[in-house]
C-alpha cells in the first residue's frame, strides 16, 4: 500500500454566490495512486478539479499538495491567503489536461510543449526541445512536430495536450473529461495514452470521466460524487463485488440513463 498522501482536501467548500457546489469535501490521494471521480453533471468535480489546479479558490478548508498548503502560508502562527509566488510554486507539482485541449493555436505542436518549460522552468531551447520530442514520442506524435493545432485531428490535439503537461513533469495530473469533445472514434486513441501513462505508475491521476470501463480498469480507488458531496469510494471491484450496492446501482443507472456530465 502507499504510503504518502501527495494531495489532500480537508473539509473543502465552495460556493458561487448562494450556491454551495462543494460541501465538505475530505479527499486524499497517495503518492502514484490513480483516482477516477464519477458523479452526474453539474455535480462538482470540475470545480474540485480547479481548485487543486488554482484555477478557483476554496471558500473554506485547505487544500495539502506534497505536504504544504496550496491556498495558504502560515506567517506567525496564523494561516492567510498563500501570496502568488507560494502557489506557483507549489502549483508546480500539478498537471492538468481539460476537455477542450487548449492549445496555442498560432505554434506549432513543437512549440506548445517547449512553451511552458521555457518560460516556467527556464529551460534552454535544446534542452526543452529534447524533452518536448520525448513526450511526442510517448504520445506517438514525432511526425507532427512542425504541425499546427488546426490541421489535427481532435484526438491528436488531446495527445498534444497530454504531452504537453507531461513534459513538466507533475506528480499527479488531472484529466478533465479528456475525450468527451471527442468524436466517438477518436476516443479510444486519447484512452491508450492515458492508460499506458498510468500504468508507468509514478505519477499520480485525478481522473474525471464517463467511460465508465476505463475508470475502472485503470484506476486504484474510484469516488462517486454527487451534489458536492462523496457518496462511496473504494477500490473498484470492492464498489461492484458487493452485494449492498444497491444504492450505487441506482446511482450508476443516472449515467446510463444520460445524465452524465
Ligand atoms: N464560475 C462559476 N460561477 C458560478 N457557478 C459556477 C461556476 N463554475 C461552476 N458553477 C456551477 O457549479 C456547479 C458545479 O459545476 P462543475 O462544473 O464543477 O460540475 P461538474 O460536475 O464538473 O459538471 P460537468 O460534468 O457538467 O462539467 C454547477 O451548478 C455550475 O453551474
Do not use: C
Request: proline share 4%.
Amino acid at each position: 500500500m502507499k504510503e504518502n498522501i501527495l494531495v489532500k482536501y480537508n473539509d473543502i467548500h465552495k460556493s458561487y454566490g448562494d450556491l454551495e457546489v462543494l460541501k465538505g469535501i475530505n479527499l486524499g490521494i497517495h503518492e502514484g495512486e490513480k483516482v477516477a471521480l464519477i458523479g452526474p453533471s453539474g455535480s462538482g468535480k470540475t470545480t474540485l478539479a480547479r481548485l487543486l489546479m488554482t484555477l478557483e479558490e476554496p471558500t473554506e478548508g485547505t487544500i495539502e499538495v506534497d505536504g504544504k498548503l496550496l491556498w495558504h502560508e502560515e506567517v506567525n502562527g496564523k494561516l492567510q491567503r498563500a501570496s502568488e509566488k507560494h502557489l506557483h510554486e507549489v502549483r508546480g507539482n500539478i498537471g492538468m489536461v481539460f476537455q477542450h485541449f487548449h492549445l496555442f493555436p498560432h505554434m506549432t505542436v513543437l512549440e506548445n510543449i517547449m512553451e511552458a518549460p521555457m518560460s516556467v522552468l527556464g529551460l534552454k531551447k535544446s534542452e526543452a526541445k529534447k524533452d518536448a520530442e520525448e513526450m511526442l514520442e510517448k504520445v506517438g506524435l514525432i511526425d507532427k512536430v512542425d504541425t499546427y493545432p488546426a490541421q489535427l485531428s481532435g484526438g491528436q490535439k488531446q495527445r498534444v495536450a497530454i504531452a504537453r503537461a507531461l513534459v513538466m513533469r507533475p506528480k499527479i495530473m488531472i484529466f478533465d473529461e479528456p475525450t468527451s469533445a471527442l468524436d466517438p472514434e477518436l476516443v479510444g486513441e486519447v484512452l491508450d495514452v492515458i492508460k499506458e501513462i498510468a500504468l508507468e505508475g509514478k505519477m499520480g491521476m485525478l481522473l474525471i470521466t464517463h467511460e465508465m470501463d476505463f475508470a475502472m480498469d485503470i484506476a486504484d480507488r474510484v469516488v462517486f460524487f454527487d451534489e458536492g458531496i462523496i457518496l462511496e469510494q473504494g477500490p473498484p471491484k470492492e464498489l461492484f463485488n458487493n452485494p449492498e450496492t444497491d444504492r450505487l446501482q441506482s446511482f450508476l443507472s443516472r449515467f446510463t440513463n444520460g445524465g452524465i456530465g
